[in-house]
């Protein structure tokens, strides 16, 4: 389109020049015509005549101009390209590297790994957890006029040191429980500061028999952070296709634009033989310097064109380096991408449009089976019935069985007060019961029923979850049924457009037609070239979205990917360890 508009402006000048008006022409002089001397006035007529075209003729030349047009800047424009260190890279390879490099990958790596921290978490409920206390008190009071006169001790003092320390934690049936140890020194005026050692050991246990009563409810949290990774080892996956995918339609847009460099330089390449076709016919004579203005038109549009052709190639490699993360240290990678592989024309008879609705539902049932999306859709609805299943219990009334046993010692000995704990010197226990009915019951009344409609909310998620991936398989299919048509159809009409550019030229060569239309018939074959690959690259990005949309993108490149092995939360003793900073 653009030499067009070259070669308009270039007749425009020259139907300016056409109705330019001829510079003064010196005539010679005559006498003025009379009545008596018959033809003078015809005579002036025809020489000013012939005048008047030898003007015009030059006023042509002057315009029509075989150096209006410099193709020499453009030349070395294209010729002169900044070196640069390639690469060749097949599609494997980018797949490879995107795996190992691409950010979206990496940033979503992280997630398996936080949701096994959570899993770690989960568990901690269960933990048992350890408190120690120790105090020491000494005190002295008056004594009171009884204790006065009956014993004769004025002042009451007392030395005492108390030590106690528990263990306590919860049982997955809801079982809570506490191992405690107390031990007590005193020394007193009414024992005359002798040391005496009094210590017990106590069993204390809390059954819950209606809330929070059970294994499974008791363990909501691990099993939801369960699922909760699973959920995000999903979400890897399909980052990773999607990833994948982008690659690999990346990688066929530089294949096309280096293909279509190719087309643009063959254009330029008949442009320029044409050219040089019409400068040989003006030097023997046979042409006019309006032809070889025109082939010149055509060199410089299809220059600019391969410019632009270049300059696209330039910015899909600098796509494809974005998601394979290439860099020269921090800086963004100046390296030049030379795709190695290229569309398989055998791909096209993959797809039989006969088996068009058979292929079809095979690809929906496939994409019902293995799309992360599913799978994601039914975890979240298990944890919306385990968040269901907890808030119902949550509602209910509080009924807990106590009981205590306690084994003790005392002696002025400590050796002898803790032997007297194993032979049970003191000994007592207890049982009973602990109930509360909250009045009223709103807040957990509240929490159940939007648990409930979380979980209905889920349930229509996986529908519509379920129904938007069928529709992206059915685009998708028809996408690839598309292309394969195209594909042929652009590859017909390219071998169409190549017999008339041979036929047009063929008729130049005779006079027959012009180099105008030789450049029309050459821009055409180069639109159809484009178009066929254009065409063919759409197909192999088709056949991606299709593959992607069924889940089966990873299992056709081959593709075998882990997660990332979540580190080693830090050690207990490590997470215990004072740190002051």
């Known amino acids: 389109m653009s030499h067009r508009l070259i070669s308009l402006a270039i007749l425009l000048a020259v139907g300016t020049g056409w109705a330019r008006a001829p510079e003064p022409v010196a005539v010679e002089e005559a006498e003025p015509a009379s009545a008596e001397t018959p033809g003078m006035s015809t005579g002036l007529n025809l020489k000013y005549g012939e005048a008047l ?21 453009l030349r070395e424009a294209i010729e002169t390209a900044m070196p640069r260190e ?63 006169a009956f014993a004769g001790i004025s002042s ?69 952070a369960r699922n909760a990774n699973q959920i995000a080892h999903a979400q890897l996956k399909l980052a990773v296709m999607n990833t994948i995918a982008e690659v690999v339609k990346a990688y066929w847009d530089l ?53 632009s052709a270049r300059a696209a190639v330039e910015n899909a490699a600098d796509r494809l380096k974005q998601l394979l993360d290439l860099r020269e240290g921090d800086a963004f990678s100046k390296i030049s991408i030379i795709p190695i592989d290229r569309p398989n024309p055998k791909a096209l008879s993959e797809f039989d449009p006969t088996e068009a609705d058979r292929n079809r539902d095979l690809s929906i049932e496939r994409a019902l089976q293995h799309r992360p999306e599913i799978q994601m859709a039914e ?17 209910m009334p509080q009924f807990d069985l106590t009981g205590t046993y306690t084994q003790g010692g005392r002696d002025h000995q400590l050796r002898q007060t803790l032997e007297g704990i194993q032979d049970k010197q003191e000994k007592f226990y207890s049982y009973g019961f602990q109930a509360s009915i909250p ?14 409609l979380t979980r209905r909310e ?18 998708a ?27 047009e030229e063929k008729r130049q060569r005779l006079g027959v037609t012009t180099i105008w239309q030789v450049l029309q018939v050459q821009e055409d074959l180069t639109a159809a070239q484009t178009l066929e690959v254009q065409a063919q690259t759409a197909y192999e990005k088709a056949l991606v979205d299709l593959r992607l949309a069924e889940g089966m993108l990873m299992e056709t490149f081959g593709i075998e990917f882990e997660a990332p092995e979540a580190d080693k939360p830090v050690g207990f003793f490590n997470s215990i360890t004072p740190r002051w900073e």
């Open 255 to 307: 294949v096309g634009a280096v293909e279509n460099v190719k087309v643009r330089s063959e254009s330029l390449a008949n442009a320029e033989r044409l050219l040089r076709i019409n400068e040989t016919r003006r030097e023997i004579g046979m042409g006019a310097d309006l032809e070889v203005l025109q082939a010149k038109a055509g060199v410089a549009t299809r220059q600019g064109d391969l410019v």
């Open 477 to 503: 299919a028809r996408n690839v049924l598309t292309n394969q048509i195209l594909v042929e159809s652009n590859r017909q009409a390219r071998g169409l457009q190549e017999a008339n550019v041979v036929a």
């Open 53 to 73: 075209s030898s003007a015009a003729e030059r006023s042509i030349q002057d315009e029509i101009s075989v150096d209006l047009i410099d193709l020499e800047a």
């Open 86 to 148: 390639t690469v060749r890279l097949g599609l494997d390879a980018c797949i490879q590297i995107a795996l190992a490099q691409n950010q979206d990958i990496i940033i979503a790596g992280y997630e398996p790994q936080k949701t096994e921290a959570d899993i770690f978490s989960a568990r901690g409920e269960f933990d048992a957890a350890w408190q120690t206390q120790g105090n020491y008190l000494r005190s002295s009071a008056s004594a009171s006029q009884e204790v006065f």
């Open 439 to 452: 009045i009223r019951n709103r807040a957990a009344r509240g929490q159940y029923q939007r648990a409930k």
């Open 156 to 224: 009451i003092e007392n030395y005492q040191t108390t030590i106690n320390s528990a263990v306590a934690g919860k049982l997955h049936y809801g079982t809570q429980y506490a191992v405690a140890f107390d031990l007590n020194k005193s020394e007193s005026t009414y024992g005359r500061f002798i040391e005496e050692f009094d210590a017990r050991m106590t069993l204390t246990l809390t059954q819950p028999l209606i809330r929070a009563f059970g294994q499974k409810v008791n363990t909501v949290r691990i099993k939801q």
């Open 458 to 475: 889920m349930e229509q998620r996986l529908q519509q979850t379920r129904q938007n991936l069928m529709l992206n398989v059915h685009l």
């Open 379 to 395: 975890l979240q609805i298990e944890n919306a019935e385990l968040e269901e299943m907890r808030t119902r219990n949550d509602m």
